[in-house]
């Protein structure tokens, strides 16, 4: 397995707090910052669908805006419940571009 990495923004582009929605790979996803850390997941809440790109970020948890539930902004995981988590992405800052990661089947 390797990673395969894309540019989603620039440095800059988020404060603490925000998140915004990026396409990477084909697929939606939302761009985060809690605190000095960026984090990366699907963009549709597991619960019903809602657009976690207008929710908000506190205290380790983006937040969705529908019926708030919290998943944590590390492992993607919904606080109260394991059993419902989030598809989370790596995040890495190369320069002043924020890239995000998806593992790849390599081939020989
Ligand atoms: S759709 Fe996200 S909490 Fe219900």
Redesign the pocket.
């Given at each position: 397995m390797t990673t395969a990495w894309t540019a989603v923004a620039k440095v800059g582009q988020l404060v603490a707090g925000d998140v915004v929605p990026v396409t990477a790979f084909g697929r939606e996803l939302v761009l985060g910052r809690d605190g000095d850390r960026y984090f990366a997941v699907q963009r549709q809440?597991?619960?019903?669908?809602?657009d976690?790109s207008e929710?908000i970020v506190s205290r380790g948890y983006i937040i969705?805006?529908?019926?708030?539930?919290r998943f944590s902004t590390a492992t993607g995981r919904q606080a109260e419940a394991s059993e419902y988590c989030l598809a989370s992405y790596p995040v890495r800052v190369v320069g002043d571009v924020i890239e995000v990661g998806i593992a790849t089947q390599e081939t020989t």
């Open positions: 809440c597991v619960h019903r669908g809602g976690l929710g969705c805006p529908n019926h708030g539930w």
